[in-house]
């Protein structure tokens, strides 16, 4: 078990708990938090779990698969650097305490 | 707990009055555990709980679809078609073509035609509205999507309804060879032909999604060989499905006025409305896995080689995931359901999916203030698919 910290448009941080290998938009969803809408599911097919994940946890991610490039290119809030589908980010034991902003729109 | 400790049942999904009713069915599995055993088919096991459904079909090492994601495995038996590059197939192969679609299916594929499937929706509900006493099936829930997703793939006007008979096709091979498949498979050559002979690049006109396929052929992403291959998944996945997904949903708007009344006064409930009937009466009821290797579903050990039935339809009404799984609710936030399946193998067209029920049932909320059921409806029973021959309906104008 992880623990995931979403930054929320309001300004409020939302701390969630991630089993080990599980995505942080399951999580989320879970946790009812809104602002990851996640319409498809989970399979990197709708860009609307789109987050932000701070800079010192970005190393530790493996890289975005061609499919998750695809729809990071669709994302409403503006893509940068560190734009990632949370759908696509799994809790492992190294990435405990990541934190991620969820963007303004979905 | 070994194979033989878990629980069977003796229940056939393929019978009729499952195909008609599937509902008491699916309880009865849910409720026998977290995986079970249906005594006619000894060499599948079958999930009917959202958990151990969604677990299954986001674990693509274990539980493979290269062995056919019906209920014969590849493995032992020849497929009754080529095998499909996306559907039936595992990394690093899938990988490769699923990235290729995503990006011909992608979100801003979709703002492209979003205005043209608009346009072509509201048109053809207004013919609906001056008939009054429609068809939703004959005069609208078929003919929206053979109009739209053919145009977008760059087919041609002509011999359309080939993709109908296809589709029922495809759909009814992933069951047993019973009389369904017999009666569609009648037909398999000529359609068959008519279907390879219009994934050909000189039948496709140039940009549209059929021919971006041989633009990703051109550019070396994938073979000259496989492209064909890839555009007769546009066209035996992306008809029947849709179809019989606005059909379902126009099914639960009618016989939900309550909630119709919801979506006449808010039209914007029009995607969740969509994203429901897809929970609520799921057009693809069933896919299959394989093991690749001795395995673990739930406390259950099951062998290399198994076909696992995931019963999406059961788990999309599986009341340890959903409150009041039997009531149809548009206001619900029913993300989450798999009834577009979930994992690298979820569905890859589903964003123009939820464009076209959201258009169509866009349309309809602004003009009609009630819909009617006018008579009885039909089902055309198919092994996979939840799918209505007949929909008599009145459209009250509003």
Redesign the interface.
């Known amino acids: 078990m992880g623990v995931a910290i979403f930054k929320l448009p309001d300004g409020k941080d939302v701390s969630v708990e991630v089993p080990n290998g599980e995505s942080l938009m399951q999580a989320a ?1 879970n946790a009812g938090i809104g602002g990851i ?11 609307t779990c789109h987050v932000y994940v701070d800079g010192q946890w970005l190393d530790s991610l493996s890289a975005p ?3 998750e490039l ?2 990071l ?2 994302t409403l809030s503006p893509r940068l650097a560190n734009s990632r589908l949370s759908c696509q980010i799994r809790m492992t034991l190294e990435l405990s305490g990541i934190n991620v902003t969820v963007p303004d729109a979905q | 707990m070994n194979i033989n400790s878990i629980p069977e049942l003796d229940i056939d999904p393929y019978l009729e009055e499952n195909l008609i009713d599937p509902y008491p069915m699916h309880e009865t599995i849910r409720e026998a555990g977290p995986v079970v055993r249906l005594k006619p088919y000894p060499d599948m096991v079958a999930c009917g709980r959202h958990a151990e459904v969604h677990a299954v079909l ?1 674990d693509w090492e274990t539980f493979i679809s290269g062995a056919g994601v019906g209920l014969t495995n590849f493995n032992k038996e020849e497929p009754f078609r080529p095998k499909s590059l996306i559907l039936e197939a595992d990394p690093p192969l899938h ?1 490769t073509t ?2 290729v679609l ?2 011909i299916l ?3 594929t979709v703002a492209q035609i979003r205005d043209t499937f608009t346009l072509v929706a509201e048109r053809m509900v207004e013919r609906c509205i001056e008939k009054q006493e429609i068809d939703g099936i004959a005069d609208l829930a078929q003919p929206y999507p053979l109009k739209v997703f053919p145009d977008a793939v760059g087919l041609g006007e002509d011999g359309r309804e080939n993709l109908l008979l296809y589709g029922d096709m495809v759909f009814n091979s992933m069951g047993p060879r019973n009389a369904l498949l017999a009666k569609s498979a009648e037909r398999v050559q000529s359609v068959t032909n008519w279907i390879m002979t219009n994934c050909q690049r000189d039948n496709l006109k140039p940009n549209c999604f059929g021919d971006q396929i041989y633009q990703a052929a051109d550019s070396g992403e994938i073979s000259h060989d496989q492209a064909p291959m890839l555009v007769r998944s546009f066209l035996s996945a992306g008809v029947d499905t849709t179809i019989n997904g606005i059909g379902n949903a126009l099914f639960c708007l009618a016989h939900h006025p309550e909630q119709y009344a919801k979506l006449h006064a808010s039209p914007n409930l029009a995607r969740q409305a969509f ?1 429901e009937a897809l929970r609520y009466e799921s057009t693809a009821q069933t896919f299959y896995r394989t093991t690749s290797t001795p395995c673990q579903i739930a406390d259950a050990k099951i062998p290399r080689d198994i076909k696992v039935l995931a019963l999406l339809a059961s788990a999309n009404r599986d009341p340890r995931k959903w409150d009041e799984p039997n009531a149809y609710n548009i206001e619900r936030r029913a ?4 009834g ?9 067209g ?2 123009i999916a ?1 464009l076209e029920g959201e258009v169509v049932l866009t349309a309809i909320a602004k003009k009609v203030k009630k819909i009617e059921v006018s008579g009885h409806h039909t089902r055309r029973l198919n092994n996979t698919l939840r799918a209505l021959e007949t929909l008599p309906l009145r459209l009250i104008p509003a």
């Open positions: 969803s809408i996640a319409e498809c599911g989970g399979s990197a097919m709708c860009a698969l061609a499919n695809e729809m290119d669709c | 986001n990988t699923r990235a995503s990006r992608s979100p801003k994203e993300t989450g359901h798999v577009l399946g979930a994992g690298i193998h979820g569905c890859v589903q964003a939820r």
